[in-house]
Protein backbone atom coordinates (compact mmCIF):
# COMPACT_ATOMS: atom_id res chain seq x y z
CA UNK A 1 0.00 0.00 0.00
CA UNK A 2 1.34 3.30 -0.43
CA UNK A 3 2.02 5.61 2.56
CA UNK A 4 2.34 9.16 1.72
CA UNK A 5 4.37 10.74 5.34
CA UNK A 6 5.46 9.98 8.37
CA UNK A 7 2.55 10.22 10.33
CA UNK A 8 0.79 7.73 7.72
CA UNK A 9 3.92 5.33 8.16
CA UNK A 10 3.41 5.84 12.33
CA UNK A 11 -0.11 4.66 11.83
CA UNK A 12 0.80 1.67 9.55
CA UNK A 13 3.64 0.77 11.93
CA UNK A 14 1.39 0.92 15.04
CA UNK A 15 -1.39 -1.29 13.37
CA UNK A 16 1.09 -3.62 12.54
CA UNK A 17 2.73 -3.70 16.30
CA UNK A 18 -0.97 -4.58 17.59
CA UNK A 19 -0.80 -7.88 15.88
CA UNK A 20 2.44 -8.69 16.95
CA UNK A 21 3.10 -11.73 19.24
CA UNK A 22 6.26 -13.41 21.10
CA UNK A 23 8.11 -15.94 18.76
CA UNK A 24 7.45 -13.89 15.58
CA UNK A 25 10.58 -12.85 13.07
CA UNK A 26 9.78 -10.20 10.96
CA UNK A 27 12.18 -9.41 7.99
CA UNK A 28 12.89 -5.87 7.34
CA UNK A 29 13.43 -5.76 3.18
CA UNK A 30 14.44 -2.44 1.73
CA UNK A 31 17.08 -0.26 0.20
CA UNK A 32 19.53 2.16 2.39
CA UNK A 33 16.66 4.88 3.57
CA UNK A 34 13.73 3.03 2.73
CA UNK A 35 12.48 3.35 6.41
CA UNK A 36 13.61 -0.25 7.83
CA UNK A 37 15.00 1.68 11.16
CA UNK A 38 12.06 4.15 11.11
CA UNK A 39 9.51 1.08 10.86
CA UNK A 40 10.79 -0.51 14.11
CA UNK A 41 11.03 2.70 16.13
CA UNK A 42 7.16 3.47 15.35
CA UNK A 43 6.57 -0.28 16.85
CA UNK A 44 8.75 0.62 19.91
CA UNK A 45 6.65 3.78 20.41
CA UNK A 46 3.57 1.73 20.46
CA UNK A 47 4.81 -0.59 22.54
CA UNK A 48 6.12 1.82 24.44
CA UNK A 49 9.89 0.74 25.19
CA UNK A 50 11.27 1.21 28.59
CA UNK A 51 14.74 0.38 28.46
CA UNK A 52 16.93 -0.53 25.51
CA UNK A 53 20.49 -2.41 25.69
CA UNK A 54 22.87 -3.46 22.88
CA UNK A 55 24.79 -6.85 23.96
CA UNK A 56 26.47 -6.51 20.59
CA UNK A 57 27.45 -2.94 19.56
CA UNK A 58 25.96 -2.06 15.67
CA UNK A 59 24.62 -5.76 15.30
CA UNK A 60 21.68 -6.28 17.99
CA UNK A 61 19.60 -3.62 19.92
CA UNK A 62 17.48 -4.84 22.46
CA UNK A 63 14.47 -3.00 23.55
CA UNK A 64 12.38 -4.01 26.70
CA UNK A 65 8.40 -3.31 25.96
CA UNK A 66 5.65 -4.67 28.45
CA UNK A 67 5.56 -8.20 27.93
CA UNK A 68 8.22 -9.24 26.07
CA UNK A 69 11.22 -8.05 24.80
CA UNK A 70 11.99 -6.57 20.74
CA UNK A 71 15.13 -7.62 19.13
CA UNK A 72 16.50 -5.63 16.47
CA UNK A 73 19.51 -6.69 14.43
CA UNK A 74 20.71 -4.77 11.79
CA UNK A 75 23.38 -7.24 9.47
CA UNK A 76 24.43 -4.71 7.06
CA UNK A 77 27.99 -4.78 7.96
CA UNK A 78 28.37 -8.73 7.59
CA UNK A 79 31.17 -9.40 5.26
CA UNK A 80 30.21 -12.82 5.31
CA UNK A 81 27.37 -15.37 6.28
CA UNK A 82 29.69 -16.66 9.28
CA UNK A 83 29.56 -13.68 10.64
CA UNK A 84 26.30 -14.52 12.38
CA UNK A 85 28.64 -17.47 14.22
CA UNK A 86 29.81 -14.22 16.48
CA UNK A 87 27.00 -13.88 17.75
CA UNK A 88 23.64 -15.82 19.75
CA UNK A 89 21.86 -15.78 16.64
CA UNK A 90 19.76 -18.58 17.75
CA UNK A 91 18.39 -16.51 20.75
CA UNK A 92 17.60 -14.17 17.83
CA UNK A 93 16.26 -15.88 15.26
CA UNK A 94 14.08 -18.54 17.40
CA UNK A 95 13.19 -15.83 20.16
CA UNK A 96 10.81 -16.73 22.60
CA UNK A 97 9.78 -14.48 24.98
CA UNK A 98 10.72 -11.76 22.59
CA UNK A 99 10.30 -10.26 18.68
CA UNK A 100 12.86 -9.68 16.33
CA UNK A 101 12.77 -7.71 13.44
CA UNK A 102 16.06 -7.87 10.96
CA UNK A 103 17.72 -5.53 8.77
CA UNK A 104 19.53 -6.82 5.82
CA UNK A 105 18.94 -10.47 6.94
CA UNK A 106 20.06 -11.89 3.20
CA UNK A 107 23.32 -11.18 4.64
CA UNK A 108 22.92 -14.13 6.41
CA UNK A 109 20.80 -16.18 4.50
CA UNK A 110 21.39 -19.93 5.06
CA UNK A 111 21.27 -19.06 8.92
CA UNK A 112 17.57 -17.70 8.83
CA UNK A 113 14.67 -19.10 10.09
CA UNK A 114 11.76 -20.21 7.56
CA UNK A 115 9.48 -18.38 9.25
CA UNK A 116 9.55 -15.00 8.55
CA UNK A 117 6.66 -12.28 8.04
CA UNK A 118 8.60 -10.35 5.51
CA UNK A 119 7.55 -6.07 5.48
CA UNK A 120 8.84 -4.57 1.53
CA UNK A 121 9.34 -1.36 2.21
CA UNK A 122 9.91 0.93 -1.35
CA UNK A 123 11.01 4.58 -1.01
CA UNK A 124 9.28 6.32 -3.98
CA UNK A 125 9.92 9.79 -3.46
CA UNK A 126 11.21 11.86 -0.29
CA UNK A 127 8.13 11.25 2.27
CA UNK A 128 6.58 8.31 -0.33
CA UNK A 129 6.87 4.79 0.55
CA UNK A 130 5.12 2.19 -0.99
CA UNK A 131 4.19 -1.20 2.33
CA UNK A 132 3.37 -4.59 1.68
CA UNK A 133 3.57 -7.07 4.19
CA UNK A 134 4.04 -11.23 2.74
N1 LIG B 1 6.90 7.84 4.91
C1 LIG B 1 8.11 7.58 5.43
N2 LIG B 1 8.35 6.39 6.01
C2 LIG B 1 9.57 6.10 6.52
N3 LIG B 1 10.62 6.94 6.53
C3 LIG B 1 10.44 8.16 5.98
C4 LIG B 1 9.18 8.52 5.42
N4 LIG B 1 9.29 9.80 4.94
C5 LIG B 1 10.53 10.19 5.19
N5 LIG B 1 11.24 9.23 5.82
C6 LIG B 1 12.65 9.37 6.25
O1 LIG B 1 13.42 8.42 5.54
C7 LIG B 1 14.53 8.00 6.35
C8 LIG B 1 14.52 6.50 6.49
O2 LIG B 1 15.70 6.13 7.15
P1 LIG B 1 15.89 4.75 7.92
O3 LIG B 1 17.12 4.89 8.72
O4 LIG B 1 14.64 4.36 8.61
O5 LIG B 1 16.14 3.78 6.67
P2 LIG B 1 16.65 2.28 6.69
O6 LIG B 1 15.78 1.54 5.74
O7 LIG B 1 16.74 1.76 8.08
O8 LIG B 1 18.11 2.42 6.05
P3 LIG B 1 19.45 1.57 6.33
O9 LIG B 1 19.40 0.38 5.40
O10 LIG B 1 20.55 2.50 5.95
O11 LIG B 1 19.48 1.16 7.77
C9 LIG B 1 14.37 8.70 7.70
O12 LIG B 1 15.15 9.88 7.70
C10 LIG B 1 12.87 9.06 7.72
O13 LIG B 1 12.58 10.20 8.51
MG1 LIG C 1 18.28 1.00 9.23
Known amino acids: MRINSLNEMRDFAFDFAKK ?4 QVINLVGDMGAGKTTFVSFVGEYLE ?6 PTFAIVNIYNVKDFDIYHLDLYRFENE ?10 YFYPEDAITFIEWADRA ?5 DDMIEVRIEKINENTRDISII
Open 20 to 23: LRPG
Open 49 to 54: VSDTSS
Open 82 to 91: DDILDIDFET
Open 109 to 113: KSYLP
